[in-house]
C-alpha cells in the first residue's frame, strides 16, 4: 500500500518561513492532483490549496500571497512552502493526493501523508 511521506515542519517565530515536502513511500511514477490542508488544536482540517497535474494551483484567501504550493513531476513531489508565518498558522499539516501512478497504472484514491507539525510562536 503506497502511503504518503511528509517531511518539514517544526517551530518558527512570526515572520518565520517553512517549507513542508510530501512524496509517496515506495517506487511510482507520478502523483495526482495534490491538496495541502491543515488542522488546528480544537477546530477540523480545512483546505489550504491545491495544485492539478498541470501545476494550476489555488488557495484559500488566509494564505494567498504567503503560501506556494509547487509540484516536482520527475520525483512525485509536492511542495508546501510558507513565509510571512503568523501564530494562527499554527496547526498539524495535512497532503493529500487524488492518486498514484504505479506500475499497474493510475490507482485513483484519497492519500493522506501523516501529518506534519507547524508551530508559529509570536
Known amino acids: 500500500q503506497v502511503q504518503l511521506v511528509q517531511s518539514g515542519g517544526g517551530l518558527v517565530q512570526a515572520g518565520g518561513s517553512l517549507t513542508l515536502s510530501c512524496r509517496p513511500s515506495g517506487r511510482t511514477f507520478g502523483l495526482g492532483a495534490m491538496g495541502w490542508y491543515r488542522q488546528a488544536p480544537g477546530n477540523s482540517r480545512a483546505l489550504v490549496g491545491t495544485?492539478?497535474?498541470?501545476?494550476?494551483?489555488m488557495y484559500v484567501d488566509a494564505v494567498k500571497g504567503r503560501f506556494t504550493i509547487s509540484r516536482d513531476n520527475a520525483k512525485s513531489t509536492a511542495y508546501l512552502q510558507m513565509t510571512s508565518l503568523k501564530p494562527e498558522d499554527t496547526a498539524v499539516y495535512y497532503c493529500?493526493?487524488?492518486?498514484?501512478?504505479?506500475?499497474?497504472?493510475?490507482?485513483?484514491?484519497?492519500?493522506w501523508g501523516q501529518g506534519t507539525q507547524v508551530t508559529v510562536s509570536s
Open positions: 493529500n493526493a487524488g492518486g498514484i501512478w504505479t506500475s499497474s497504472g493510475y490507482d485513483q484514491g484519497d492519500y
Open positions: 495544485i492539478n497535474s498541470a501545476g494550476q494551483t
